[in-house]
């Protein structure tokens, strides 16, 4: 009988730094999910840089999900006090389980261990399932910018929240 897989929660799931083992994966779900490219060489020059610590992945623990996949990631940066979320997401079958939640939260508490003031995103404006995520973890939205998004065409809400 085959073996029945079952998506885990985050009790299931370790957050843990994304490293250059992890990109084709997380390049393939960057493009189950509708997010801007950026394709790996873009994600293996950001692991280089200074914000490794603001790249997580949320991985099944092999306890309880014999050798499932990458179930969700976060790219975040900091410069100057400010942290940038510039890509979250979570593997379609993974969704509403909290694991997108448990990604955001632990790179928000990344980004106030380095005492960083305040933090900043941009989605979509029809991405609501994204913008009540970022809401619940406290996030408002400030400003509207048009037509920021091509393919397709769309504005994006700029969202904030203070981290201090
Ligand atoms: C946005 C995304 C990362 C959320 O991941 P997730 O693991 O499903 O999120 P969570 O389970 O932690 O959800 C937290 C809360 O966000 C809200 N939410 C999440 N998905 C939602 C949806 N489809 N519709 C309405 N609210 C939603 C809910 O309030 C949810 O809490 P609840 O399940 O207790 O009601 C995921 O939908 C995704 O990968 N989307 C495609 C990529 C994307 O749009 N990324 C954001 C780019 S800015």
Known sequence: MAEQRQAPTPQDVAIIRMTEH???EVVEIEEQSG???WGWAAYYAEL???NRDLM???KPSQSVIGSAPIAGYIVA???AGELHINNVAVRAEYRRRGIGSALLNRVLDEARRRKANAAFLEVRSTNLAAQ???E???FKAIARRA?????PREDAVVMTLVLG
């Open 77 to 79: 940066r900091e410069t």
């Open 147 to 151: 037509d920021y998004y091509s393919e």
């Open 22 to 24: 992890d990109l084709l």
């Open 35 to 37: 997010l801007s490219r």
């Open 136 to 138: 619940k973890s406290g």
């Open 132 to 134: 009540t995520l970022y």
């Open 48 to 50: 280089q840089g200074g």
């Open 56 to 58: 997580l992945i949320a």
